[in-house]
């Protein structure tokens, strides 16, 4: 995980409650601490679980920064940590998972972190082994950015690159998490952690638009709450 923070104070205060967290826990976290949000934008990788980002920062603020990195990474879970209430409500328009008050209080931020663990382990989802070319290739599910099938071939889009075998997608679809997974046309089945935006007739999935059959407009915006609430 990564620490996006100005204040040496806060940065300490905040390494301490995560290794206290990790002590009565048993979760182990290694973190990276960025002074400047600048510095932790260049080069961007999408490496980090969690991304704990302070608001008030000398040049570029966290809110900016959160608005850069989410061009980057839709995906890694963004925390701010910070004094300015009254600004964390805007972290919805960067999908910000949470955000925590300083002075860090002990109770909240183990509540905090114990939501976005349990969200990051059903992110995570299954791992699917599939033979591609003669070659075994274990493939887990939270890399799938969607699935389509044509005649009796499943093509998988992923972070991995585009795999294409045969099989059935209603077969596919009762190995792949629920709380994860939408088959929101005959053709597609998409991972809701990669779903950014849709409309009543297209859902778009890491940047493609999809087609969203007719009966399962009202079910896709459903899922995509229970999806977006499921770190409670």
């Given at each position: 995980m990564a620490i996006v923070e100005d204040d040496a104070l806060a940065v300490q205060a905040l390494e301490y409650h995560l290794a206290r967290f990790s002590q009565e826990s048993g979760n182990t976290f290694t973190t990276a601490h960025f002074a400047e949000a600048a510095r932790f934008l260049q080069?961007?990788?999408?490496?980090?679980?969690?991304v704990f980002m302070d608001i008030k920062m000398p040049g570029l603020d966290g809110m900016s920064a959160a608005e850069q990195l989410r061009k980057a990474d839709p995906v890694t879970m963004l925390i701010f940590v910070t004094s300015m209430v009254q600004y964390a409500v805007q972290g919805y328009d960067v999908n910000a998972f949470d955000f925590i008050v300083k002075p860090v209080n002990p109770t909240a931020f183990d509540m905090k972190l114990r939501r976005a663990v349990r969200a990051l382990k059903l992110a995570k989802g299954t791992e699917l082994v599939l033979n591609i070319g003669g070659v075994t290739r274990v493939l887990p599910s939270s890399s799938i950015y969607y699935i389509e099938v044509l005649?009796?071939?499943?093509?998988?889009?992923?972070?991995?690159?585009?795999?294409?075998?045969?099989?059935?997608?209603?077969?596919?679809?009762?190995?792949?998490?629920?709380?994860?997974?939408?088959?929101?046309?005959?053709?597609?089945?998409?991972?809701?952690?990669?779903?950014?935006?849709f409309t009543g007739e297209q859902v778009c999935v890491a940047g493609e638009w999809l087609r969203v059959s007719r009966s399962k407009k009202r079910e896709l915006a459903t899922a995509v709450a229970a999806y977006l609430g499921q770190g409670g």
């Open positions: 080069d961007y990788q999408p490496r980090y679980d969690i005649d009796h071939d499943l093509t998988y889009h992923t972070e991995q690159g585009v795999f294409s075998v045969r099989g059935k997608l209603s077969s596919l679809e009762q190995k792949l998490p629920a709380a994860s997974f939408f088959r929101c046309s005959v053709s597609y089945l998409i991972n809701l952690r990669y779903v950014t935006q």
